[in-house]
T-cell receptor
């Protein structure tokens, strides 16, 4: 099956710092990647859609200047949480769609658990 | 009405039993439907896509009812390893492929 990696798996940082999370599709090319976050006991919430070579599309309520997304290649998308605050602590998960597949099946990375002190 | 609704459970089911979950969605423009499985503090793993004609994969059967806007998942001969949270997901439609997830249904298989 399609494999998606994410790095780092866990981050603990001080308030005000920026954190960069990488998402890679390892055995397929992903024109589109998605970023979600999940707070405890809540559902996954889509934050943004990342398209290779173009600007990301953000969901309503997600600040694009705070959550910077770069999708520079068909196998890599990055999410940078700028000036992180404790309320940004969450489980951030990316997913990728195989561009050769006609089905909208998304495969998820293992997630990054962010704790902002 | 929430976009995707699921009964959170927990469903406590004896090993070997059959269990069924339903999920309702509000966006009639959605065209892709999925069941994911999520273990505690892990990422969701795709269990199966759901098609209008229904589909089966081993002990798992999924059905889609577009008229009533719900999807279902049936697990037969449940195993202890089936204990997990089952997430229903639908795409946002209108050309957008991002998924809207339900909160999940927690299943506990008891020996």
């Amino acid at each position: 099956g399609a494999v998606v990696s994410q790095h780092p798996s866990r981050v603990i940082c001080k308030s005000g710092t920026s954190v960069k999370i990488e998402c890679r599709s390892l055995d397929f090319q992903a024109t589109t990647m998605f970023w979600y976050r999940q707070f405890p006991k809540q559902s996954l919430m889509l934050m943004a859609t990342s398209n290779e070579g173009s600007k990301a599309t953000y969901e309503q309520g997600v600040e694009k200047d705070k959550f910077l997304i770069n999708h520079a290649s068909l196998t890599l998308s990055t999410l940078t949480v700028t000036s992180a605050h404790p309320e940004d602590s969450s489980f951030y998960i990316c997913s990728a769609r195989d561009r050769t597949s006609g089905v909208n099946e998304q495969f998820f990375g293992p997630g990054t658990r962010l704790t902002v002190l | 009405r929430k976009e995707v609704e699921q009964d959170p459970g927990p469903f406590n089911v004896p090993e070997g039993a059959t269990v069924a979950f339903n999920c309702t969605y509000s966006n009639s423009a959605s065209q892709s439907f999925f069941w994911y499985r999520q273990d505690c503090r892990k990422e969701p793993k795709l269990l199966m896509s759901v098609y209008s004609s229904g589909n089966e994969d081993g002990r798992f059967t999924a059905q889609l009812n577009r008229a009533s806007q719900y999807i279902s998942l049936l697990i037969r001969d449940s195993k202890l390893s089936d204990s997990a949270t089952y997430l229903c997901a639908v795409n946002k439609g209108g050309g957008a492929d991002g998924l809207t997830f339900g909160k999940g249904t927690h299943l506990i298989i008891q020996p």
